[in-house]
């Protein structure tokens, strides 16, 4: 049977799971504003896209991080300390994105909006860039010491092979975003998003095949999980293919799908290629923190259990049933700013 430390470990995987698919195309929607909007209304329009949601989706990262902080409290110690800097800029682009989504309608002014959109977009760009740049270090390991104590400088952090990862995550939410676009606007704009998003598949697939190169010879994970590992990667480049296809045949909720299922298999590599470790020492693998050394009492797990079981079914269905009140499409002629 399951113990509830691995429980705990794939509901944390579920709940970053679930934070990049749903919170994966709000980022790329934000990104679109300034790549795709041409004027004004449209950056409205896509703004309202997302406007009932963006603020629910990133409760899974808070999630992620509290069900962190309980179950595997040394975990979240080492990597919310050995972490400070990269997290407190996406915690700050976070701030500017979610103040510019409801400061920049009041005002009639150029400067004022232009300002508040260059903070959507480097709040839609900074968070899914850096929260790549922490997971693919994770895998590539870093330098922790058998105190669980990590001292990691500033390439051990930003290399070319966490860069990459990054712009890989970066795009693949811009794709996310442009398709979920084609599913909450109309006419030229719905285009436009479907044309873009088709043209992005190719550089998309070339950061990811550089990403999984990259990560066979420079980390361990395929000779811990190889076999699952390639399986994932193959049902990853069936999904990959068939939103491409989708795209062509304009069958935008399949191939929003498939964008997803792309995000969704991609996190679920990592925490494959991780388990049973949650973060891997640089220095020497006896000091690698796992789900047994840096979990909470066997106590404390059943009671978060518990309370998970019984809070999530009511939490699940409200955010299902806010995206089904607000499933129509979002046109031009409509002024709500949020």
Request: proline fraction near 3%; include cysteine; glycine fraction near 8%.
């Amino acid at each position: 049977m399951i113990s509830l430390n691995e429980l705990w470990f794939v509901l944390i995987a579920v709940l970053f799971i679930g934070f990049f698919f749903l919170e994966g195309f709000d980022f790329g929607v934000g990104m679109e504003t300034q790549i795709l909007a041409k004027n004004d209304t449209e950056r409205r329009v896509l703004i309202n896209s997302i406007g009932p949601f963006w603020d629910g989706n990133e409760v899974w990262l808070i999630t992620a991080a509290g069900a962190m902080f309980a179950a595997f409290p040394e975990w979240y110690a080492t990597l919310f300390s050995g972490f400070y800097i990269p997290f407190v800029f996406a915690l700050l682009a976070l701030i500017a994105r979610g103040v510019a989504f409801e400061f920049r309608g009041k005002r009639d002014s150029l400067a004022w909006k232009r300002t508040w959109d260059a903070c959507i977009f480097i709040g839609s760009f900074l968070p899914p860039f850096l929260l790549a740049v922490v997971f693919a270090s994770f895998i590539k390991g870093l330098p922790i010491d058998g105190d669980m104590q990590m001292y990691a400088g500033f390439t051990d952090i930003v290399n070319v092979y966490t860069v990459v990862a990054g712009l890989t995550v970066v795009l693949l939410c811009l794709v996310h975003g442009l398709m979920f676009t084609t599913l909450r606007t109309v006419g030229d704009l719905q285009a436009r998003a479907r044309k873009l998003a088709q043209r992005l598949l190719i550089p998309l697939a070339a950061l990811f095949t550089a990403f999984v190169i990259m990560t066979y010879n420079m980390t361990d994970i395929f000779e811990q999980r190889g076999t699952i590992l390639m399986i994932i990667v193959a049902l990853g480049v069936i999904a990959f293919v068939l939103s491409g296809y989708f795209m062509t045949k304009k069958k935008d909720g399949y191939a929003f799908g498939m964008t997803g299922a792309v995000m969704a298999l991609s996190v679920t590599s990592i925490f494959v290629g991780l388990f049973p470790r949650v973060m891997i020492s640089s220095i020497d693998q006896a000091f690698n923190l796992t789900i047994t050394n840096a979990a909470s009492g066997h106590y404390s797990l059943k009671v978060m259990t518990i309370v998970a079981l019984t809070i999530l079914p009511f939490v699940l269905g409200y955010q299902i049933w806010s995206y089904f009140v607000f499933h129509k499409r979002v046109h031009e002629k409509e002024h709500l700013e949020y």
